[in-house]
């Protein structure tokens, strides 16, 4: 029975893969691998939806849902302000064309610190982005790794981001966005470095084959002189609001929980720049990015339900010991298991979702720190999450920038995965050889 179950486990989590990647609807799709998992477990089919499946959804709902709706207005704010543009534009020309390479994914690396979405970070940044390739004739097929590099990488998990990848472990470890800071900060800057490194060497391959800046039908390249953005520092503000309010402490306490420092952020983001916005739209701006946080968390909620059955299966206890006790550091373990099932799941946030309330909980009673292994579990959740299938990255590169897989993701693998899974060992390697850091 025991290897029954383990192979249904991995057709369910192969199917999961294949299906979400054919573009089947998600409930759907966790609906048939829970029936997998459950008929080759030979668990209880009724008991398996009705009780694992919706204790697993409701459960990442409870916990998730304000700061899935605080980020998605605050990442509105900043949309319908100009405020984001705004900063994109600014970093990139302070930078000039020559250095585009560095400028795009720093610009992407600001604003996803600061609590903006990685898609409003993307869509923000892309048409600045073209022109800036144009101008130093780099191929426009890199456009995608470079986005997705400075949106869902370094930024995204560092210590003290306002993003998911902090709160997820934070709300089940008990743990401040700032957990593992020195090392969380060393293991991000060197990936940042790491990947500037290899999108520099990967552009000038790219050029020295002879590849220059090629448009596509519908690019656009105005020079928008006419367009009202609001100022740079101005634009700055909420985002710095966001990140004080979530990370300071007063008495041991942070200022202000963590959907109250975003919606903060938000609404200082709508009163600073409001002569950039129309008042009388903002109640349909806020219609929709409620509905928008809705279905985002209801779509991570369903691939929870499926981690909740997976999880109490007969054998996944089995499972979870053969990854702790991998030879080697005790983090090792949970880099692997964390980035296998983020990637199973295609997302980082919905794979710490099921990661965190089992593997973190056997973790902190080996002795480790919850701070250790929330930081752990953030870095290494930014690896397999960018394969193929992940939703974002089929919205940028196919939707937004309208490259094939085949052209750009060879660049985009190297920068989101590969670089990212090489971060969270430096941060194993530094936990385990300094486990008192701060």
């Known amino acids: 029975m025991t290897a029954l179950g383990i192979i249904g486990l991995i057709v369910a989590f192969a199917l999961l893969m294949y299906m979400i990647m054919k573009g089947f609807n998600i409930y759907l799709t966790v609906f048939a691998c829970t029936l997998v998992v459950a008929v080759t477990s030979q668990m209880n089919i009724y008991e398996a939806y009705k009780v694992h499946f919706m204790t697993g959804f409701t459960t990442f709902f409870k916990n998730n849902y304000l700061i899935f709706l605080t980020g998605t207005l605050m990442a509105k704010a900043m949309d319908i302000t100009g405020a984001a543009k705004s900063i994109a534009k600014t970093i990139i020309r302070v930078m000039g064309t020559e250095w585009a390479f560095i400028s795009v994914p720093v610009a992407c690396g600001v604003l996803c610190y600061g609590g903006v979405s990685a898609f ?63 090392s969380g900060f060393l293991a991000c800057g060197f990936m940042l470095v790491a990947g500037i490194i290899y999108l520099h060497f990967w552009l000038n391959k ?6 220059h800046f090629i448009a596509k039908e519908g690019d656009e390249f105005g020079d928008e002189g006419g367009e009202n953005l609001p100022n740079f520092v101005v634009s700055l503000i909420p985002l710095v609001v966001t990140i004080v309010l979530v990370n300071v402490k007063v008495n041991g306490v942070a200022i202000a929980p963590v959907e109250a420092g ?47 059955v997976a999880s109490n299966s007969p054998v996944f206890s089995t499972i979870t010991d053969a990854m702790v006790n991998i030879p080697g550091p005790k983090l090792l373990g949970l880099v692997i298991g964390t980035t296998v099932i983020a990637g199973i799941c295609g997302s980082a946030s919905g ?80 936990f385990t050889i300094f486990p008192n850091l701060p």
């Open 351 to 430: 794979g710490l979702g099921i990661a965190v309330p089992i593997l973190g909980p056997v973790y902190t009673q080996m002795g480790i720190s919850p701070s250790i292994v929330h930081r752990v579990m953030a870095l290494s959740s930014s690896a397999l999450d960018s394969l193929p299938h992940n939703g974002y990255i089929v919205t940028v590169t196919n939707g937004l920038c309208r490259e094939t897989h085949k052209d750009s993701y060879g660049l985009t693998f190297v920068l989101t995965v590969l670089i990212p899974f090489l971060g969270s060992l430096v941060g194993v390697a530094l």
């Open 120 to 182: 409003v970070c993307s869509f923000a940044v892309f048409p600045i982005a073209l022109q800036v390739f144009r101008a130093a004739d780099l191929p426009r097929r890199g456009i995608p790794g470079a986005l997705c590099f400075g949106c869902s990488t370094f930024a995204m998990i560092a210590p003290g981001a306002v993003q998911i990848h902090n709160n997820v472990p934070s709300t089940e470890l008990g743990t401040s966005y700032m957990a593992g800071a020195v």
């Open 206 to 211: 790219a050029k020295k084959n002879g590849e």
């Open 262 to 308: 975003v919606l903060a952020g938000a609404v200082s983001a709508v009163v600073l720049m409001i002569k950039h916005i129309d008042p009388k739209e903002l109640p349909k701006h806020f219609a929709d990015g409620a509905a928008m946080a809705l279905i985002s968390i209801t779509n991570t909620c369903a691939v929870n339900g499926f981690g909740g």
